[in-house]
């Protein structure tokens, strides 16, 4: 065999290393993420009436690929995005591919015409998971907050007024 294929025939076998040696520390196709959407969502309420008890739903999945916390909290604002009340907040932990379901009541004690439910998550996230200790970096895009919202209208009763002749 010639020197010169033998350096030609090493040169490409060292390439070939490198190349998979560099394919190696690239994450395939990982896509962190969370997913927050409203159970039954065509059956939420669209309008309601004051001091009358109404409940939702509320789905958190973990698709990060690690351990988060999650903080979330639920208020009502009218039309002028101006806070009316908080419903709830709380934080819970989630590993990866796991879900939780919070279930939540409200109740409009003033009047408001037409409100919006909002749902706010943010996340924490625990730990390092193994796709990021190769060659990961961070995008610039990722959010730490995300949330949903869904909208009522406060239905007024008629009233009849009755006054003397």
Same mark, same amino acid.
């Given at each position: 065999? *010639?020197? $010169?294929?033998?350096?030609?025939?090493? /040169?490409?076998?060292? @390439?070939? &290393? /490198?190349?998979?040696?560099?394919?190696?520390?690239?994450?395939?196709?990982?896509?962190?993420?969370?997913?927050? !959407?409203? %159970?039954?969502?065509?059956?939420?309420? #669209?309008? #309601?009436? &004051?001091?009358?008890?109404?409940?939702?739903?509320?789905? =958190?999945?973990? &698709?990060?690929?690690?351990?988060? %916390?999650?903080?979330?909290?639920? $208020?009502?604002?009218? #039309?002028?995005?101006?806070?009316?009340?908080?419903?709830?907040?709380?934080?819970?932990?989630?590993? *990866?591919?796991?879900?939780?379901?919070? *279930?939540?009541? !409200?109740?409009?004690?003033?009047?408001?015409? +037409? /409100? $919006? &439910?909002?749902?706010?998550?943010?996340?924490?996230? @625990?730990?390092?998971?193994?796709?990021?200790? +190769?060659?990961?970096?961070?995008?610039? *895009? !990722?959010? =730490?907050?995300?949330? @949903?919202?869904?909208?009522?209208?406060?239905?007024?009763?008629?009233?009849?007024? @009755?006054?003397?002749?």
């Amino acid at each position: 065999m *010639n020197v $010169k294929m033998k350096y030609i025939l090493i /040169a490409g076998v060292v @390439i070939v &290393l /490198a190349f998979l040696g560099v394919l190696y520390f690239i994450p395939l196709g990982i896509e962190p993420l969370t997913e927050l !959407y409203l %159970e039954n969502h065509t059956s939420l309420p #669209v309008n #309601v009436y &004051l001091n009358k008890t109404y409940n939702f739903s509320f789905t =958190t999945h973990n &698709l990060e690929y690690q351990k988060v %916390e999650y903080g979330y909290s639920i $208020k009502s604002f009218d #039309v002028n995005d101006i806070l009316l009340f908080k419903i709830d907040e709380g934080k819970f932990i989630l590993f *990866n591919n796991e879900s939780k379901t919070i *279930n939540e009541d !409200y109740i409009f004690n003033e009047p408001f015409n +037409r /409100a $919006k &439910l909002q749902v706010k998550i943010t996340k924490n996230l @625990i730990g390092t998971p193994e796709f990021k200790r +190769r060659l990961w970096w961070p995008d610039p *895009n !990722y959010p =730490t907050e995300i949330d @949903i919202h869904f909208w009522v209208d406060e239905i007024v009763q008629t009233k009849i007024i @009755i006054t003397p002749d």
